[in-house]
């Protein structure tokens, strides 16, 4: 069976498909990936078929960060923008592309695994008549599906639609819809989160991670989280030498395609001198640092978080999904400085289990991140996160995985 996987977004957005595609090749299933060429190399290392979806400029304008002029509206605007041009180049530029890819590519036995943004694959799947199977890696995107048991809850469902509605006509139906109609399909009439979760869904989180209740009406497929990626390098040499000589350090990480983090990391900087930790500044614009970092931290713009979380006692992060289950597995508080709703989203789920402060990225200070590090000295906390990480350690996710496969197979 070829299965044809199609992911865009950050390196967040990826490394979930990898491990699906591991998982599935290694029972034999033929893995054709089709990504942004800025992860070829990734991609091309596991094994896999790689097909490119755009260019690596698509990617690096997507991520640019929006202007800031201190101009409060001035600001919001350039938020907007800055929204409107990640999603043109991430996931409707390449819409066409996917197609004609998936076009040449497919076989009478294909499936499509496929980001839930990637709307050139929803796409291909309708117009050629192939299996696809929407993959979703955080609870955020199931809010239009919140089961209605309330006045409150109604309210709340309609509010969420009028603004998916409002985002859909602004950024997404005009561009969706010409592509259909040059394919001969029906513009589309429900909304861009109807459409993308109409059919078969896997959830790669478990579902005690959703703090509120889904419509019986969503076809619900809850994986697990996807297990990390064994087999990356193991720490370097510098940053074990750190860990001889300071112990259990803070991990600053403000996201891998946020390039706006001056302040993030000049008050982490402060907070660290006052508390008397030491810390780990991760991230690959070095621009962002302060010229010079005391001998208590230490910089490195790429590690791999399940090999070092567990030598540090606690993250101050973005609120990135994959992010969030690498600390609930190495069982250690989060203090998440959300910048996106989905990463607010994926917060507050987090909030709600007990493990995390949260603050927005905006409102960073040394005063914000000393009142949410509180959280390293809670016995509750600390209980608590154990309690979790113990449960992530037996969950078996590949089975998981492989079982709702065969479901998939038997269709």
């Not at 990936?33 to 990617?59: A, C, M, R, S, V």
């Not at 299996?131 to 309609?158: H, M, Q």
């Not at 720490?235 to 074990?240: A, S």
């Not at 998440?336 to 917060?347: T, V």
């Amino acid at each position: 069976m070829k299965i044809i996987i199609v992911t865009l977004g950050s390196v967040g957005d990826i490394k979930p498909f990898i491990w699906m595609g591991r998982v599935l090749s290694k029972v034999g299933q033929h893995l054709v990936f089709l990504t942004n060429p800025y992860y070829e190399k990734q991609i091309t290392t596991e094994g896999f078929e790689f097909h490119p979806i755009g260019t690596i400029d698509d990617y690096y304008i997507a991520i640019t960060p929006p202007v800031t002029t201190g101009n409060k509206f001035k600001d919001k605007a350039e938020g907007v923008k800055a929204v409107k041009r990640l999603f043109n180049y991430l996931y409707l530029k390449p819409s066409k592309d996917i197609y004609d890819i998936v076009t040449r590519l497919k076989t009478p036995d294909t499936i499509i695994l496929n980001h839930f943004c990637v709307y050139g694959a929803k796409i291909a799947a309708e117009k050629l008549n192939i299996k696809n199977i929407n993959i979703n890696l955080s609870p955020y995107c199931l809010r239009p599906f919140k089961a209605v048991d309330s006045f409150s809850a109604l309210i709340e469902n309609r509010m969420v639609k009028v603004i998916y509605n409002f985002f859909d006509n602004q950024l997404i139906k005009k561009t969706i819809n010409n592509i259909r109609e040059e394919l001969g399909l029906k513009p589309l009439k429900k909304n861009s989160a109807e459409w993308m979760f109409e059919g078969i869904n896997w959830y790669l989180f478990p579902n005690w991670l959703l703090n509120f209740k889904l419509s019986n009406d969503l076809n619900t497929n809850f994986v697990g989280f996807p297990e990390s990626l064994k087999g990356e390098n193991n720490l370097p040499d510098n940053i074990m030498d750190f860990f001889k000589t300071h112990e259990k350090p803070i991990l600053f990480t403000p996201g891998t395609a946020f390039q706006d983090n001056k302040n993030f990391f000049s008050e982490a900087v402060i907070t660290l001198e006052k508390m008397s930790k030491p810390g780990i500044f991760l991230t690959k614009f070095k621009d962002a640092l302060p010229e010079k970092l005391p001998e208590n931290i230490i910089h490195a713009e790429y590690l791999p978080l399940e090999h070092l979380l567990d030598k540090c006692c606690a993250i101050v992060h973005h609120g990135g999904i994959g992010t969030c289950y690498e600390a609930l597995k190495a069982g250690i508080p989060q203090l998440i400085c959300y910048r996106i709703d989905e990463q607010k989203g994926n917060s507050h789920a987090i909030k709600a289990l007990g493990v995390s402060n949260e603050l927005t990225f905006k409102r960073v200070s040394s005063k914000l991140l000393l009142e949410g590090l509180e959280i390293i000295h809670n016995n509750d906390v600390l209980i608590k996160c154990n309690e979790i990480s113990k449960k992530l350690h037996v969950e078996r996710t590949e089975i998981n995985l492989l079982m709702y496969f065969e479901k998939v197979q038997a269709i």
